[in-house]
């Protein structure tokens, strides 16, 4: 049995940031209501923290910015992520669509598209983050399965179709045993079968490049926007970003290379003029 063939999909890279090869900071927001290492701080308060590194990234030029409870550790599995996540999330992707003139997406971890389609749709996100969109993988939160066909299904009850779907192809923080018997070109066809807008590479860990054969392949299986996940800094920005579309940065523009750091304007300054020497070189287009 063929699979059958899709009309081509806008690229959602250029609908939501207008320019080549988007550059898009992350706001790890401190530890929120719910999880282990929240103190009670008032909901201000992350708000306030949220906005000083949105305000940071904006001010270095990022063209986009990416929402993520990333100090709720230990991770908790979608289907246990708590209302009090999304309400604070929420709250604090409200406060960064109104000050920080920037597309803004949501990652709810581990996993939570549901809970991120939520957010965005009612704090005006663009866009949402899938660490595992289609197959499944054994996770530090466990066996975490493809949110796909749950996620798309409730996106279409929200009639938030614009929201757009950002997914790796091969998560970080996994082992991919469950599907070692499956090429990586495969998997990048299933994301694509399963309906995502744009396909992240991204390396094992926080913080890890990604390797640039792991890019080549899911690029040249997909017609889609293929953007890196991790690992991108000023010194490897020239070619690593010959080979992709865009990129999502956080540890490497904090201060000391640090993810739970706050964002160094002066590395995310650096950053940005070596992705915008790539922008003006004649190859930068991937093939």
Not at 35 to 48: Q, T, V
Not at 155 to 164: G, N, P
Not at 240 to 269: F, H, M, Q, T, Y
């Amino acid at each position: 049995m063929r699979e059958p063939v899709f009309p081509p999909k806008p690229d959602s890279l250029r609908e939501i940031f207008g320019v080549p090869k988007p550059i898009i900071g992350m706001v790890h927001l401190r530890p929120l209501p719910g999880a282990p290492r929240y103190d009670g701080e008032r909901i201000n308060g992350i708000i306030d923290g949220a906005l000083a590194d949105a305000a940071a990234w904006h001010q270095g030029g990022v063209d986009g910015l990416l929402m993520e409870n990333g100090w709720d550790l230990p991770f908790a599995k979608p289907d246990d992520i708590g209302h009090e996540t999304v309400a604070t999330m929420t709250a604090v992707g409200v406060a960064l669509v109104r000050e920080i003139p920037l597309p803004l997406g949501v990652n709810c971890l581990a996993n939570g598209v549901k809970p991120a389609l939520a957010i965005a749709k009612a704090c005006g996100a663009r866009f949402v983050r899938a660490n595992q969109w289609v197959n499944a993988y054994v996770a530090n939160e466990g066996f975490v399965e493809g949110a796909a066909p749950a996620a798309l299904r409730y996106r279409a009850w929200l009639r938030a179709q614009d929201i757009r779907v950002f997914a790796d192809v091969h998560v970080k923080h996994g082992s991919h045993a469950i599907v070692g018997d499956r090429s990586l070109a495969e998997q990048t066809r299933d994301a694509l079968f399963f309906d995502a807008d744009v396909l992240i590479a991204t390396g094992q860990r926080t913080g890890d490049a990604a390797d640039t054969e792991e890019i080549r392949d899911i690029a040249s299986a997909s017609p889609l926007p293929v953007i890196i996940g991790s690992g991108l800094t000023a010194g490897n920005a020239a070619s690593l970003l010959r080979l992709a579309d865009g990129a999502i940065v956080g540890s490497w523009a904090k201060r000391g290379g640090v993810w739970w750091n706050p964002v160094d304007g002066e590395r995310v300054r650096r950053l940005m003029d070596a992705v915008r020497g790539v922008r003006q070189a004649p190859e930068s287009r991937r093939p």
